[in-house]
């Protein structure tokens, strides 16, 4: 492309071209948490734009630079509609915007729910490859829409000792449609309730839409389990005292009402976090603290991760030649004219 051309590519493109490179997908993730912890990428507090009387309804901006390999800077907007479920619509859409380093360019605008969606579950099933001890047989997922259904996806990829799935939603349609996709497994059942879900998996997914915490306690038990707390308000914050509490990133997820903002602002620290996945792929810290059976992944979703896998997404959207190319996108240079 020529300098102020734009190339533009649609979700589908996007899903095709990643869909042939799964494990691509999670080195890209991997890749870019190292490049985090050696100061190679700048991920700046994600902006939340919010609306008088509609708590649940947000949009947020994402943006980031990513350097070493990629050396690229974006923003991925990100809007997060709930009710649209029930005119049979996906909850979240979203746009990424590439810029080149060069010269502060865009050079690609790429439909990016997809891409967030991908790279979140990336990073979930990257975290309990890392966290998780052994060969888990149960998983249970909390909340049967997209980003849980790709989380499951991924986890199945380096787990595939999974075998069983239990799925709890408010939607009992919801739930059914989930469990009826995941085919592939050998056991697959309906649970009543958060409590009953939590009591048998060995990793949980939690990915709901909800705002405020509504799970009170994590029964206990004496058998090593790993909750991947994608949506991070679902836990009241007590239920962090007794685990072990990693994030992707410890500074970002101690904000915006999340559970762990909630407890620090309890406890007047952050101290039970105790390490960021940086560190924890790095093996500046240990996966695990063998002392507590229980470990809690949070992560707040950075949009270096977005960049990582957008570039991928770009990369081979050029190799073959996919997406529609906006010549001339930028205006004639105000010197040239």
């Not at 239990?166 to 939607?171: P, R």
């Not at 709901?208 to 206990?220: D, E, G, K, R």
């Amino acid at each position: 492309m020529a300098v102020g051309d734009l190339r533009i590519v649609t979700g589908e493109q996007v899903r095709a071209l990643l869909e042939a490179d799964r494990p691509g997908v999670i080195e890209a993730v991997r890749q870019a948490y190292l490049a985090w912890g050696r100061g190679e990428a700048t991920p700046p507090d994600s902006t939340f734009l919010r609306f008088p009387g509609r708590a649940r309804e947000r949009i947020i901006a994402l943006p980031a630079w990513l350097g070493g390999p990629w050396n690229m800077a974006g923003i991925k907007w990100i809007a997060s509609f709930p009710e649209n479920t029930r005119r049979g619509l996906d909850r979240a859409s979203a746009t990424l915007v590439l810029n080149d380093m060069e010269t502060g360019y865009p050079v690609a605008l790429l439909e990016s729910s997809v891409i967030s969606a991908w790279r979140t579950a990336a990073s979930a099933a990257l975290a309990a490859q890392v966290i998780h001890p052994g060969q888990p047989r149960t998983v249970g997922v909390i909340g049967a829409g997209l980003i849980a259904w790709e989380t499951l996806r991924f986890l199945r990829s380096l787990f595939p000792s999974l075998q069983r799935l239990v799925v709890h939603d408010l939607s009992t349609e919801a739930a059914d449609h989930f469990l009826a996709r995941a085919h592939d497994f050998g056991e697959r059942q309906r649970a009543p309730d958060a409590q009953a879900l939590l009591s048998t998996a060995d990793i949980t997914v939690l990915a709901t839409t909800a705002i405020q915490p509504h799970i009170a306690t994590i029964p206990a038990a004496d058998w090593p389990r790993t909750v991947l707390h994608l949506s991070l308000r679902d836990l009241e914050p007590e239920c962090l005292l007794d685990a072990d509490n990693t994030a992707d990133d410890v500074h970002h997820v101690n904000q915006a009402r999340t559970s762990v903002h909630l407890l620090s602002e309890q406890l007047g620290h952050a101290g039970f976090l105790r390490a960021g996945m940086a560190d924890l792929l790095s093996g500046r810290a240990d996966p695990r603290d063998p002392d507590k059976p229980l470990h809690i992944f949070h992560p707040f979703g950075l949009g270096m991760l977005d960049l990582a896998v957008g570039a991928m997404a770009l990369a081979a959207a050029e190799t073959a030649g996919v997406g529609t190319v906006v010549e001339g996108f930028l205006p004639r240079p105000w010197r040239a004219s």
